[in-house]
């Protein structure tokens, strides 16, 4: 089917059917396109069709894919197809619905999946991925060439494995090493083990062959060792494997032809068509118990958040090759008493809503500036915020596989072992994945519709396995990031035990505000009471109030990881609650104002002996001092509201100490009209009092301040990832279209175009046929030239010319067309195996 025919097809679907078209393949009208020669030129494009290929579901890709055995095989056993001999196969067949609904057994006249077929075929019609032909249906060769050289886990017909008559290559070598099958192989299952028990009468050698014949359907290319064994020798005399090449590192290869797996499969498709997607399991979880868990885990979420944002007051450095080092995180997670792998994901997250940015200048990853306002919201507001950033974070999940180079995960180099999470290093670039917010959209999604069929289902088994039904060529790609997102979402409390809970399915449903006030409604309100014990701990049964564990936690160390926060009181926690400002009459105020009982004495002394013991050394920091003879004025100095900036603090009867730098401060002097002298060194000891520090007694010393970046937007280091809803064009966007097509002129047949060219030319080079190719040359005078296409790859084609039995280098941009070779039988190359992976670097011979 040439693009030239889709051209004549398309120009006869009337307005609604361009309108469905463009609904299923919205590519096709993204950029808008002039004409109908256009619209199939892009129909036709690899891309597109690959694009349309990954949205089909389980039912619809085993139409296609079956539509594809049917017409690449010469001969199939049975009432499927019944014509005799050796001919090539023929990617534009027409295949019947009688013959596609016997191949997928779905033949019987009361069976639904009967009428299935009529249904799947008119929705790939819509789509333009198949065409009435006659009385059946037709495929397009972009659609065959996108299906791969083995639909369905068949192999290739006899015809293209071992032609009749091939020529040799350069030097004498054969094209295809190993001696063809002889005769014709069975037509049924019972034939083929009837020729394997001729050849062998070991009862152990047949069942180890049938064994290998099983797995030969989902994987019909074979290595095969040096010698091949006795189960390879038996398949190869019989004709049920065929030798096709030979690896660069010496090893040969064989191939299960299309007739040998027909007919191990009694010429049926060795599947039936589901129509349905596979219902989910019997196993469901009690809401209670899925609410409950969701729950917990919310307030773990938060309370890790909270505790590891306090603990990145200083930042966290990276590597000179990109992320987060592992003894880094192992320290973090130390202080925060968290898990590394806990610590790695909450980075993750923190980074994924803003709260955690990369300071340009320094290259370290800082609190952001808005995560003051997040620690003061209420928990449901938090929530909502780290759920948005993980549904739009082009991140893969670090609990997920880790990438890999060569073979080899990255962060296993540059000092970063892999993280016990997913193998890979927090916050590094090698986990960009662009795609990520589709892939938790589709998680979701599934989840939810799962949730509506069977409420309370268990999601780890039954989202794999819908996904693999939907969209089976997607998921083979995402498969690995299935159970890593649900694990996630389970963390983030959008799964409890396993189920969806009620905010998950709202999430899933894109109603996220609403998903946010039922978490709040559904936690309990935050504590502001704690239990002071007589061993010098405080209990908080559940989540405490915010502000009442921050101030709490300066006066004492936290301790656990569970519901209930221990926090006990000691000599050095005492001590930096009293550095914060706070003096014995203010600690004890606070724990009387938020006990449930009453002050413990063994903590009211410690209290009070800490207190006592406190400020008798006292260490601050100073940026210049000040020193005058005269005290008088020293005292205007001090009290002079122009000075105020300078925070200038009196030390002794002559000396005060300012936090600005000297000539800050010099500058500020003569502003203010007085005069004074730059000197080098420090103040004498007799005018500074030994036990005085840079501040005075009374001023304690300078708060350790937030690191942020100076600049207040910063620029994310990852990439913006892909939208995840997938463009639609709107119903003014279609009529605009289809009007535009309908002004068009309509184009005149002049052969098949270079798109369409360059789709025969890869499914030539993966069946040997023969094409008849016309390029130009550098003075634009036209060449038409019979060639085997070879591979087709980096803008160039290397084909194989019959003629002069030597290989040549075509430019892709010279092609102007090519056609079939008509009836001749397909040319081997030479000295080329028969595999489909592409030459990536061709050259002349």
Request: aromatic residues 2%; negative net charge; glycine residues 10%.
């Amino acid at each position: 089917m040439t693009a030239v025919s889709l051209t004549s097809h398309l120009a006869r679907w009337p307005d609604h059917r361009l309108h469905r078209l463009f609904r299923l393949r919205p590519d096709l009208c993204h950029p808008p396109v002039p004409d109908l020669a256009a619209l199939a030129a892009r129909a036709s494009t690899q891309m597109s069709v690959l694009r349309a290929l990954d949205g089909l579901d389980r039912a619809h890709l085993d139409v296609l894919e079956a539509m594809a055995a049917l017409a690449g095989a010469p001969r199939i056993p049975g009432a499927v197809q019944g014509a005799p001999g050796r001919r090539v196969p023929d990617a534009g067949a027409v295949v019947t619905r009688a013959r596609l609904a016997v191949f997928l057994g779905t033949a019987g006249p009361d069976d639904p999946c009967s009428d299935a077929v009529d249904s799947v075929l008119h929705d790939l019609a819509d789509a333009a991925l198949v065409l009435p032909a006659g009385d059946g249906w037709q495929l397009p060769l972009a659609v065959t060439t996108a299906l791969g050289s083995h639909p369905l886990g068949l192999g290739r017909s006899l015809a293209v494995l071992v032609p009749e008559d091939g020529p040799a290559g350069p030097g004498g070598r054969p094209t295809r090493p190993g001696p063809a099958p002889a005769g014709e192989p069975p037509t049924d299952r019972a034939g083929v083990l009837a020729a394997l028990g001729h050849r062998t009468g070991d009862p152990e050698l047949l069942a180890r062959a049938t064994a290998a014949l099983d797995v030969l359907q989902s994987a019909p290319v074979a290595r095969l060792p040096a010698p091949p064994g006795p189960v390879h020798d038996l398949l190869l005399d019989t004709g049920l494997l065929v030798r096709t090449g030979r690896l660069p590192d010496g090893t040969d290869l064989a191939e299960h032809p299309l007739e040998a797996g027909l007919a191990w499969r009694d010429g049926t498709a060795g599947r039936r068509l589901g129509v349905t997607a596979p219902p989910p399991q019997d196993r469901t979880v009690p809401t209670a118990l899925s609410s409950n868990a969701a729950l917990a885990a919310i307030t773990d979420l938060l309370r890790g958040c909270a505790d590891l944002l306090d603990g990145l007051l200083e930042g966290l450095p990276t590597l000179r090759s990109g992320g987060v080092g592992v003894r880094e995180v192992k320290r973090l997670a130390d202080s925060t008493g968290s898990a590394p792998e806990d610590t790695s994901w909450l980075l993750e997250l923190l980074a994924a809503a803003g709260l955690l940015v990369l300071d340009p200048d320094t290259s370290r990853w800082v609190v952001a500036a808005e995560a003051a306002d997040w620690q003061r919201s209420e928990r449901q507001v938090q929530w909502e915020a780290l759920v948005l950033g993980w549904l739009g974070s082009g991140r893969a999940p670090l609990l997920g596989p880790a990438p890999t180079a060569g073979g080899v995960p990255s962060g296993s180099s540059s000092g970063a072992a892999p993280s016990a999470a997913g193998g890979g290093r927090a916050l590094a670039s090698d986990r960009n994945r662009p795609d990520a917010p589709g892939l938790r959209a589709a998680v979701l999604e599934t989840a939810l519709e799962l949730a509506g069929e069977r409420p309370g289902v268990l999601l780890d088994e039954a989202v794999a396995r819908r996904l693999r039904w939907r969209s089976p060529r997607q998921s083979a790609r995402t498969a690995p990031f299935t159970a890593p997102l649900l694990a996630e979402a389970a963390r983030l409390g959008l799964t409890g035990a396993g189920a969806l809970t009620v905010a998950g399915a709202l999430v899933a449903a894109g109603r996220l505000g609403e998903a946010a006030d039922a978490v709040g409604t559904a936690l309990p309100a935050p504590l502001t009471r704690v239990r002071l014990q007589g061993d010098l701990t405080a209990v908080a049964p559940g989540y405490l109030d915010p502000e009442v564990a921050r101030t709490l936690a300066t006066m004492a160390d936290a301790e656990g990881d569970g519901a209930a926060r221990v926090y006990r009181f000691s000599d050095d926690s005492l001590y930096r609650a009293l550095d914060t400002g706070l003096d014995a009459t203010a600690i004890e105020q606070f724990l009387d104002a938020h006990s449930e009982d009453e002050l413990p004495q063994s903590l009211r002394y410690l209290v009070r002996d800490v207190a006592r013991r406190h400020g008798a050394v006292t260490v601050g920091s100073a940026g210049s001092w000040l020193r005058v003879e005269d005290e008088a004025l020293l005292d205007a100095i001090v009290a002079d509201p122009v000075l105020a900036d300078a925070g200038l603090e009196r030390v002794a009867p002559t000396v005060a100490v300012s936090p600005v730098g000297e000539r800050e401060l010099h500058r500020m002097l003569a502003g203010a009209g007085h005069r004074s002298s730059r000197r080098r060194g420090t103040p004498d000891r007799s005018g500074t009092p030994a036990s005085a520090g840079a501040g005075a007694a009374g001023a304690g010393p300078s708060r350790l301040r937030r690191a942020t970046p100076e600049s207040g937007t910063v620029e994310s280091v990852f990439p913006a990832p892909v939208r995840a809803v997938r463009w639609t064009p709107s119903e003014e966007e279609l009529a605009a279209q289809v009007a535009r097509l309908r002004a068009a002129p309509r184009p005149s047949p002049s052969g098949p175009g270079t798109e369409e060219a360059v789709v025969l030319l890869r499914h030539a080079a993966r069946q040997r046929s023969t094409v008849d190719l016309v390029t130009v040359d550098q003075r634009g005078h036209r060449q038409s030239l019979r060639v085997v296409p070879l591979a087709v790859a980096g803008g160039r084609v290397r084909c194989l010319v019959p003629s002069r039995e030597a290989e040549t280098v075509v430019p892709l941009h010279r092609v102007v067309s090519a056609e079939p070779a008509g009836a001749a039988e397909p040319v081997t190359a030479a000295a080329s195996p028969t595999t489909d992976q592409e030459d990536p670097c061709p050259t002349d011979r």
